[in-house]
């Protein structure tokens, strides 16, 4: 069965640290997204990749960055913490997505 | 700009009825169509994918269906079961290639036992 894993399901952080998320695929995918979800505003895209070493912007970049150094693994990184950054944050991968199981974000 | 919308928002049915759910996207020119499931607090499901030259897909008891020229998709549900209350959202793409999908903001259904 073919997996999208994200390595927190609950994270608390303080306002302004460096916070990582991960993502990692077994399916040898190009492709990979992070999105947030808060209520009423639906799934935004922030930033995608299509390769190694490549990265484009979404629709909501500003306050995250992203990295990607080997196919499997995609990670965001949010430089400094804020409290509107307090959302659900989603990773996919492939063609037709396969998502993880999503990490809740609070920043406090 | 691609808007995608779900009406209705909210759904509360009867166990064992049949349903639709409905999503209209404003440009018509897209290229494939996902329905995902979404249980709170969870990530998403793909449930179906329809690629441009379909027209419905299905699976189990789920069938999608997708008319590009009128900008609508409906999923339907036979004999539903409180096991499949969850949201259903529905996402677009428009070019082979970028895979950005745009999603709707859901429908919320709830099957009564």
């Known amino acids: 069965d073919v997996k999208v894993t994200q390595s927190s399901r609950y994270l608390v952080k303080r306002t302004g640290e460096k916070v990582f998320l991960e993502c990692v695929q077994d399916?040898?995918?190009?492709?990979m997204f992070w999105y947030r979800q808060d209520p009423g505003l639906g799934l935004r895209l922030i930033y995608f990749s299509y390769d190694v070493k490549m990265k484009e912007k979404g629709d909501i970049p500003e306050g995250y960055s992203v990295s990607r150094e080997k196919k499997e693994r995609f990670s965001l990184i949010l430089e400094s913490a804020s409290t509107n950054q307090t959302s659900m944050y989603l990773c996919a991968s492939g063609d037709g997505y396969t998502f993880g199981s999503g990490t809740r974000l609070t920043v406090v | 700009k691609q808007e995608v919308t779900q009406i209705p928002a909210a759904l509360s049915v009867p166990e064992g009825e049949n349903l639709v759910l409905n999503c209209s996207f404003t440009?018509?020119?897209?290229?494939?169509l996902q329905w995902f499931r979404q249980d709170p607090g969870k990530g998403l499901t793909s449930l179906l994918l329809?690629?441009?030259?379909?027209r419905e897909q299905t699976s189990g008891r789920l069938n999608a269906s997708l008319d590009k020229s009128s900008g609508r998709s409906t999923l339907y549900i036979a004999a539903s079961q409180p096991g499949d209350s969850a949201t259903y959202l529905c996402a677009v793409v428009k070019f082979p290639g970028t895979y950005k999908y745009i999603f709707g903001t859901g429908t919320r259904l709830k099957v009564l036992a």
């Open positions: 329809i690629q441009s030259s379909q």
């Open positions: 440009d018509s020119a897209i290229y494939n």
């Open positions: 399916m040898d995918h190009e492709n």
